[in-house]
């Protein structure tokens, strides 16, 4: 069974701009979460995705969007980037339901200059 | 009431010593106990988890201890060898609902030959 899959890898984008980063669940799961990683914040929660609709959103402002497909595929978006939001962007997927076990993807990489 | 703590912050141990991870959470509604394991420039990856409902869980030469009354768990690694360095994450969440997880701060694991 293939694991999640983050796209990209690494991106560099210049403050202002916008990105779009990709998160392709395991097979069969329903739920997609996304986490922001930095050294000082930790691991932190942004939303969660179910069935194409985002149950829960974390403490973060609304540059911060997600949204995903019939397919469970997700998107995450930052609109107006700011040096902060360098970061490593995690994507867990998880079956959904009572199966809270979630399984994260190797990360984008976002630095913003 | 979502904080989940996490001590040390760094730990060295000698090949072959046990390292020992303490956790401590607040909201009793959490009712799912993973550990995730980083590697540098990787996502997280689910060690090893456990439910209220035991005391304890072993897989290999890892195990959690669980004191749901002192609401405080533990990650025991036996026998530590140089490739478990990583850095190791408690973390809690909850069945049904949204699919989140609180993460405690982390602990730089260091196994010296």
């Known amino acids: 069974k293939a694991g999640v899959t983050q796209t990209p890898r690494y991106l560099i984008k210049t403050r202002g701009q916008q990105v779009t980063l990709s998160c392709s669940p395991i097979s069969g799961h329903r739920s997609v979460s996304w986490y922001q990683q930095t050294p000082g914040q930790g691991l932190q929660f942004l939303f969660e995705y179910f069935s194409e609709t985002q149950r829960n959103k974390g403490n973060f402002p609304g540059r911060f969007s997600g949204r995903q497909f019939s397919n469970s595929r997700s998107e995450m978006n930052v609109s107006t980037l700011e040096l902060g939001d360098s970061a490593l962007y995690l994507c867990?997927?998880?079956?959904?339901?009572?199966?809270?076990?979630?399984?994260f993807g190797q990360g984008t990489r976002l630095t913003v200059v | 009431q979502q904080q989940v703590k996490q001590s040390p912050q760094s730990l060295i141990v000698q090949k072959g010593g046990i390292s020992i991870i303490n956790c401590a959470y607040e909201?009793?509604?959490?009712?799912?106990f993973p550990w995730y394991q980083q590697f540098p420039g990787k996502g997280p990856a689910l060690l090893i988890a456990?439910?209220?409902?035991?005391s304890e869980k072993k897989e290999g030469r890892f195990t959690i201890s669980f004191n749901k009354s002192a609401k405080q768990f533990s990650l025991h690694i036996m026998d530590s060898q140089p490739g478990d360095s990583a850095t190791y994450f408690c973390a809690a969440s909850k069945s049904g609902g949204y699919q989140k997880v609180t993460f405690g701060t982390g602990t730089k694991l260091q196994v010296i030959p």
């Open positions: 909201n009793t509604a959490f009712d799912y």
């Open positions: 867990a997927s998880s079956p959904g339901g009572d199966n809270t076990e979630a399984f």
């Open positions: 456990i439910r209220p409902d035991v």
